[in-house]
């Protein structure tokens, strides 16, 4: 079983900054790909950044340059750290992990989501 916890959420004034958690935890053997995504209530989930395993990150045009992404292989867990806030950045945060799991005969790779943070940009 494995389990990916977000943190850091919360409510922040316009242009103030936020840094997010994702934990992954359980019968991990491998993490490859990870990313950040949000979702507004009854719009469809949209991805923010992503991290390869290497360290190779994506963003979506919106956050260049006021978001940056990283992890720590080590200790199964990656960052969203989020500067000059906007309010249009209000959404529910989500990561998501592309993880091997299993014994050495038997392994299962799959994709697994976080149970989601808020993040509320507001004067």
């Known amino acids: 079983q494995v389990q990916l916890v977000e943190s850091g959420g919360g409510l922040v004034q316009p242009g103030e900054s936020l840094r997010l958690s994702c934990a992954a935890s359980?019968?991990?053997?491998?993490?490859?790909?990870m990313g950040w995504f949000r979702q507004a209530p009854g719009k469809q989930r949209d991805v923010v950044a992503t991290?390869?395993?290497?360290?190779?990150?994506n963003y979506a045009d919106s956050v260049k340059g006021r978001f940056t992404i990283s992890r720590d292989n080590a200790k199964n867990t990656m960052f969203l750290q989020m500067n000059s806030l906007k309010p249009e950045d209000t959404d529910v945060y989500y990561c998501?992990?592309?993880?091997?799991?299993?014994?050495?005969?038997?392994?299962?790779?799959?994709?697994?989501w976080g149970q989601g943070t808020q993040v509320t940009v507001s004067s």
């Open positions: 991290i390869t395993s290497g360290g190779v990150t």
């Open positions: 359980g019968s991990i053997r491998s993490i490859y790909a």
């Open positions: 998501k992990a592309d993880i091997l799991t299993g014994t050495s005969t038997s392994r299962r790779r799959s994709d697994y």
